[in-house]
């Protein structure tokens, strides 16, 4: 999401762990993933690029039970048509392992309660599915590959 990296960088460098490994501001589509070396490259873009990019907005500040604060994306929808159609394609990685029912598509700020007043709404555009991939466990992550949306 880099129009909304220069509003929250800072804030998920101080307040999210995945900040300072590497992960930079996003919207989950699909954790865990396809292992790397086990991952068709070539279905994933295919698959993704059956979806058309769109405009969306971080509309406002939320917070999980468990204090998470994050920026909620309007509309929603398409984010969790991505997810769905990812999980689908590859059924033995459901989202956050099944542990959660509903996948609420959000873009993490911190992992605490915080109290926020960023610019919002933020105008974004989703134009592509990033895949990051960790260099190690429990290390930093980098990029492994852009995926366009149609």
Not at 15 to 40: C, K, M, N, Y
Not at 93 to 106: C, F, L, R
Not at 109 to 128: F, K, N, Q, S, Y
Request: aromatic fraction near 8%.
């Amino acid at each position: 999401m880099p129009e909304a990296e220069p509003h929250v960088a800072e804030l998920r460098l101080a307040h999210d762990s995945s900040a300072r490994l590497g992960v930079p501001a996003h919207i989950t589509v699909l954790f865990p993933f396809v292992p790397a070396g086990e991952l068709d490259e070539d279905a994933a873009g295919e698959l993704l690029a059956a979806h058309a990019a769109f405009e969306f907005e971080l509309a406002s500040v939320e917070h999980f039970d468990d204090g998470v604060t994050y920026l909620a994306p309007v509309p929603f929808e398409p984010f969790a048509a991505l997810t769905r159609a990812v999980a689908e394609r590859w059924p033995a990685y459901p989202p956050y392992e099944g542990m959660i029912e509903a996948v609420i598509p959000h873009l993490t700020v911190g992992e605490t309660m915080l109290e926020l007043d960023p610019p919002l709404p933020i105008a974004c555009r989703a134009r592509e599915v990033v895949l990051i991939e960790e260099v190690e466990p429990g290390g930093r992550w980098r990029e492994r590959r852009r995926f366009p949306l149609g």
